[in-house]
């Protein structure tokens, strides 16, 4: 079993739709949790930062985590056609001042249809 | 792409020849890293940089080797190019060792 789970999909949405991307994990020392956007052919882009547990707003995105379930969440609102692009997921553990090992999962690919 | 250049950002080359990839940052993090990205593995790191001349494998590290002789530069080898490495190969930075900023990637192709 992989640390991370992720959906590849891919997922396809209408235009103006909201969209749920979610990782699963098992490893319960992850205290930081990532987003990344991923457009073909480009490097990951970091979209969200998360800290424990809770959810943290930018803009129409929407992160969540769920540590007693050991689940999190990317909440996209009013999607545009602009979002469509590989969505991973990615934790860590916790220790500042050293190395921490992140984990990716594999990416959720989404198309948003005009 | 936060300050982070890769070269080359295509390349083609042969079984068995050397190759060196660069990856140059302008943010003077402490945190460099090389991960290569495949189809259905996702992004697997290979080598770690946690200072200068300061490196450690990762889990693909077996055919790679690095060095990192100033801050800014990163370099990754390819000792003797085999098929299986063909694939698209990112370097990362990042200040606190958690949130990790890629650069734009290269294609490496072996034939």
């Known amino acids: 079993q992989k640390e991370v789970e992720q959906d590849p999909g891919p997922l396809s949405v209408p235009e103006g739709a909201i969209v749920s991307l979610n990782c699963t994990y098992s490893?319960?020392?992850?205290?930081?949790f990532m987003w990344y956007r991923q457009y073909s052919r480009k490097g990951p882009e970091l979209l969200m930062y998360?800290?424990?547990?809770g959810n943290k707003e930018d803009g129409r995105f929407t992160a969540q985590v769920d540590k007693s379930s050991k689940y999190i969440s990317l909440f996209i609102r009013d999607s545009q056609p602009s979002d469509s692009a590989t969505y991973l997921c990615?934790?860590?553990?916790?220790?500042?001042?050293?190395?921490?090992?992140?984990?990716f999962g594999t990416g959720t690919k989404l198309q948003v249809i005009p | 792409d936060a300050g982070i250049t890769q070269s080359p950002r295509h390349k083609v080359t042969e079984t068995g020849t050397p190759v060196t990839l660069r990856c140059h940052q302008t943010e003077n993090h402490r945190y460099m890293y090389w991960y290569r990205q495949d189809p259905g593995h996702g992004l697997r790191l290979i080598h770690y940089?946690?200072?200068?001349?300061?490196?450690d494998k990762g889990e693909v590290s077996d055919g790679y080797s690095v060095s990192r002789s100033k801050t800014e530069d990163f370099l990754l080898t390819l000792e003797s190019a085999t098929s299986s490495q063909t694939s698209v190969y990112f370097c990362a930075i990042s200040f606190r060792g958690d949130e990790q900023y890629f650069g734009p990637g290269t294609r490496l192709t072996v034939t």
């Open positions: 940089s946690y200072g200068v001349k300061d490196t």
């Open positions: 990615a934790m860590s553990g916790t220790g500042s001042g050293g190395y921490q090992k992140v984990t």
């Open positions: 998360t800290y424990s547990s």
């Open positions: 490893n319960s020392a992850f205290q930081y």
